[in-house]
């Protein structure tokens, strides 16, 4: 009876005092559309990413989506958040993501994907922030100029 009572008392100290990762929780979704852009070139894309939240200042994990270009792409990347001034109610944050595009119209071969952008983060409801992004992006053997909007969950 006394241990049963020891490991009632711990399990209920451990389960108040643990807290999650972060002050968003263990892990975050962020859904984005956006365009690279370059001269005439213009490639609308869709992604998702997946972060692991280690901190208020650092996430990391995986990213997906549809690249719309001349052929559609499909890009497997490892991207990493980065936000020097942790969980604010404005927070500037850092994305560098690279991976690799597979080409799912089977015209070309795949090809690896680079970038980097500067975003501004922002949540008007408890759970649901917004992000604009701006930055360059290695794609397809070019440097373009990538705009995005996402939510982040």
């Known amino acids: 009876m006394k241990t049963a009572t020891i490991t009632a008392l711990l399990a209920v100290f451990l389960t108040i005092n643990c807290s999650a990762q972060s002050d ?3 892990f975050t979704t ?3 559309a956006g365009i690279n852009y370059k001269s005439d070139n213009c490639n609308p894309f869709i992604r998702a990413a997946y972060y692991f939240n280690l901190e208020n200042h650092f996430s990391a994990g995986t ?3 549809v690249i719309f270009a001349d052929d559609t792409f499909v890009p497997i990347e490892a991207s990493f ?3 020097p001034l942790g969980k604010k109610n404005i927070m500037p944050a850092v994305f560098v993501n690279g991976g690799y595009n597979a080409d799912v119209s ?3 071969n795949g090809n690896a994907i680079f970038s980097t952008s ?3 983060e922002t949540g008007f409801l408890r759970r649901i922030n917004y992000g604009l992004n701006i930055g360059a992006e290695w794609f397809n053997q070019e440097c373009m ?3 995005s909007f996402g939510l982040l969950f």
Do not use: E, M, P, Y
């Open 106 to 108: 089977g015209n070309k």
């Open 118 to 120: 500067l975003g501004i």
């Open 81 to 83: 958040r980065i936000r």
């Open 63 to 65: 990213q997906t989506g």
């Open 30 to 32: 962020r859904a984005s």
């Open 24 to 26: 968003d929780g263990w």
């Open 145 to 147: 100029f990538s705009v």
